[in-house]
């Protein structure tokens, strides 16, 4: 459901009619050139698209309002091949909807030491217009990204894919529909917050459901997709032998299928990016949905537990950051300690609904019900697995009254020193950086919430350029966090999102 072939970025040059047709032509042609190598490159997920060299006030204006309105456009590639007086840009950058980055790069590699003239200099003076160019975004105080260096580099190249991906995620999150099923789970604060500064700073709408609207679409499904959805279990999992066509507990299987039919249902019908339950309120479910929403996740939905629609956007927006690269997104909640002399670490799960997506790749995640300890229902079916190995980012955004913070920690995600035979749930076990008690004190200075975005392909690269796309705090935890400094900087911090409302 994440397609990211849908969407293209403008590579977009600027000039001025000074230097002649020749040399705007010369220009044009390098742009061409540069635009077509980007969209070639491994590291672009997205199509990179000319756009004709834009020399007048007029000309930059009409190019951005048409981004503003092109759906499929997530943003623009700037660049200054000559000079373009930065006056030119300020209506239409003032007007600019869309995200942009601004690449500082030169056509020419290498200076040609023997046949350097004024010609050869008056076309490649990126180094110079493009400081005129960026002068005008600060002065302005437009959030854009900065990427330095050769174009032809793999670095540079890299630098612009991360940037894109998060511009992907941007695009996704415009117009997209959260569904909540219930309300939030009572006396919980974190997960709650201001829906309608989310939608005016995010772009995202929740939408609130009567359980009791699930519940039909589940009354609604018919057999035909209920034995379809039970194949599909047989195929992929390694299903308990109770579960199976004969066990005794194969009608709960059935049960949990019409489940994921239902769900799958209505968040198809109603054009839904991401969800969220409540073990709460299931009035009319027979299970708390485990297995259907690994398996949503799993094809590209957010997800939160517990009315946390925060999380789930973000579980969304992380999805499409990492579409098509190795590595999973999943809703995550630090669970348990392990203290040890070897390392303390965090036991990550949840009561049920983590994305296959992590798993360690090659074993068939284990497909069994068991009781669930709270939610007075009937025992959810779950799929049972170790998530993979390797660095890994969970990530979280809180609403702090007069805005929002996202905070971030690096962790290494490692195998479990033993064996966990009785843990019914999947799981992964980390390591986070730079230590544990750095890192959960640094977590919870910054009220970070107990339930993260999870993921080992989006790296904090991605995450940055988000956060400056949607204007909102980012933090990050990692190798170099010192504690006291970290403290300092939130509180530098809240002094500059305040200040900035007024400047
Ligand atoms: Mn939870």
Request: proline fraction near 4%; include cysteine.
């Amino acid at each position: 459901m994440i397609d990211l072939k849908q969407y293209e970025v403008w590579f977009v040059t600027g000039s001025q009619h000074l230097y002649g047709p020749k040399t705007l032509e010369q220009v044009a042609e390098h742009s061409k050139e540069i635009a077509a190598a980007l969209s070639a490159s491994k590291h672009f997920p997205i199509q990179v698209v000319f756009k004709p060299v834009l020399t007048t006030p007029n000309a930059i204006s009409e190019l951005c309002l048409e981004a503003n309105s092109a759906k499929n456009c997530i943003g623009l590639i700037t660049w200054m091949h000559t000079f373009s007086p930065a006056k030119m840009w300020i209506a239409g950058l003032t007007m600019l909807k869309k995200p942009f980055v601004h690449l500082h790069t030169q056509y020419n590699r290498e200076i040609p030491w023997d046949e350097i003239d004024m010609d050869f200099m008056n076309l490649n003076q990126a180094a110079h217009g493009d400081r005129e160019f960026g002068f005008i975004g600060s002065r302005l105080r437009l959030e854009r990204k900065v990427v330095v260096g050769y174009w032809q580099d793999d670095e540079v190249q890299r630098e612009l894919g991360v940037w894109a991906r998060a511009a992907s995620a941007w695009a996704d999150w415009q117009g997209a529909k959260v569904a909540r099923f219930g309300d939030n789970m009572r006396d919980v604060a974190v997960t709650e917050g201001d829906k309608v500064q989310a939608q005016i700073q995010f772009g995202y709408d929740v939408y609130g459901y009567g359980v009791g609207d699930l519940v039909r679409a589940v009354n609604d499904t018919s057999n035909a997709e209920t034995n379809q959805m039970m194949q599909a279990y047989l195929d992929e999992y390694d299903v308990a032998a109770v579960l199976r066509l004969g066990g005794e507990r194969n009608p709960s299987l059935r049960e949990g299928a019409r489940i994921e039919v239902g769900m799958r249902n209505f968040l198809a019908s109603g054009n839904f990016k991401a969800f969220t339950t409540t073990f709460e309120d299931l009035h009319g479910l027979a299970q708390l949905p485990g297995l259907a929403v690994q398996r949503l996740m799993r094809d590209g939905y957010g997800f939160g537990a517990e009315g946390d629609w925060k999380t789930s956007a973000l579980v969304r927006a992380m999805k499409v950051m990492a579409a098509g690269l190795p590595g999973g997104v999943s809703f995550m909640e630090d669970y348990t300690y392990h203290f040890s002399a070897n390392g303390d670490k965090v036991l990550g799960a949840h009561m049920l609904e983590i994305c296959e997506s992590i798993a360690k790749p090659g074993a068939k995640p284990k497909l069994d019900i068991l009781p669930l300890s709270i939610g007075g229902k009937a025992d959810p079916l779950r799929l049972i697995f170790d998530a993979n190995t390797g660095p890994a980012i969970g990530a979280s955004i809180m609403d702090m009254g007069q805005r929002f913070r996202m905070v971030a920690n690096i962790v290494d995600v490692v195998p479990t020193d033993q064996p966990l035979p009785k843990l019914p749930v999947a799981r992964a076990l980390w390591l986070p950086r730079p230590n544990l008690k750095t890192a959960a004190a640094a977590w919870i200075y910054a009220g970070g919430a107990h339930h993260t975005s999870f993921s080992y392909a989006v790296t904090a690269e991605h995450l940055h350029d988000f956060a400056e796309m949607a204007g909102i705090e980012f933090i990050l935890i990692d190798e170099k966090t010192r504690v006291h400094e970290f403290v300092e900087k939130l509180r530098w911090n809240d002094l500059y999102y305040h200040l900035f409302k007024g400047i």
